[in-house]
């Protein structure tokens, strides 16, 4: 079962006031014909339980909302008559939606994109199942998103360690094949030759296998060095 179909058995399952039978009707059969005119509409329902009952049977008749997983947020209703559209879009206002209008072959679609806005809608759809369903998931989803968030930084610190490793090693290799790597003094040295023995290493790590007391940035500093000795010359 869809999501939209979800939504629409709840609304069926509950049951309406005396008052609100037949804007509920005439809600669903405004998605089929033109034949009700919204002056007549406007007549008929005054009362807020009848306004809700309305957009259920607009939303029985012709809703359709993407399942609260999908990528992005989507509900729409649809109807015949241009002025009816506008007037249903007008009742939505009534509850803080802002809803947009657009016109697909013969027909008027009424519809939101926005997440909390939808949560709003089906909230005046009284459908709580359906809310509860589309908070939780949404609220997973945004877990997900964090964690995302959190191991894509990972990467990209990992990123920046394996970057300026490969310079220091570059560095230290040039050294060598010069001839030039035994005439740096001894503390760079064995900077630079941590460096090689462990080339995922983090500064700090560095900074903890070194013989002598050396902070993280004093090894980010000796690491510079040999990198700019290398470039000498
Ligand atoms: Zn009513």
Known sequence: MSFSEEIKNEILETKNKKCCVIPLRYGELITESKDITVTELKKLITKACCKKAFLKGVFLGSGCLVNPESEYHHFEVSLKGKTHANYVAKIMEGYGLYPKITKRNQEYVVYIKDAEQIATMLRVFEANKAVFKFEDVRINKSIKNDINRTVNCETANLNKIAKASYK?????????????FDTLNAKLR???????DDPAASLEELAAKCSYEISKSGVYHRLNKIVKIAEEE
Do not use: Q, S
């Not at 220091?168 to 030039?180: C, M, S, V, Y």
């Not at 064995?190 to 090689?196: P, Q």
């Open 168 to 180: 220091h090693i570059e560095a230290i290799n040039k050294l060598k094949a010069d001839g030039r």
């Open 190 to 196: 064995e900077i630079a030759e941590l460096r090689e």
